[in-house]
């Protein structure tokens, strides 16, 4: 089994700066992609950001100019850094694990969410 913990939430004034991190743990053999979802209400979850370990990334196009993730490190974490933040970003974000993407994009495993929400 694997665990995602989530840290780096908060709350963070429109056109401020976050950054959120992400510390998988457990069986680890098998994860190829670590990635950020979101999921705003009445929404599906969405990428937000993906890094396979082999350097391939994949971002929303809501958030490519303003996002950045980081490399899968040796100690199987992903930090996400969120640059001019706007209120439309506000939602809980997820830390994802798995060996391949899965129907829209989703991989396997799950954290429990970090709440980051951008006030106006």
């Known amino acids: 089994q694997v665990q995602l913990v989530e840290s780096g939430g908060g709350l963070v004034q429109t056109g401020g700066s976050l950054r959120v991190s992400c510390a998988a743990s457990?069986?680890?053999?098998?994860?190829?992609?670590m990635g950020w979802y979101r999921q705003a209400p009445g929404n599906e979850r969405e990428l937000v950001a993906a890094v396979t370990r082999a350097g391939d990334i994949k971002y929303a196009d809501s958030v490519k100019d303003r996002f950045t993730i980081s490399p899968i490190s040796d100690e199987f974490t992903v930090d996400l850094q969120m640059n001019n933040l706007k209120p439309e970003d506000t939602s809980v974000y997820y830390c994802a694990a798995g060996p391949t993407y899965r129907q829209n994009d989703a991989l396997d495993y799950w954290g429990k969410g970090t709440l980051v929400t951008v006030s106006s």
């Open positions: 457990g069986r680890l053999f098998f994860v190829a992609i």
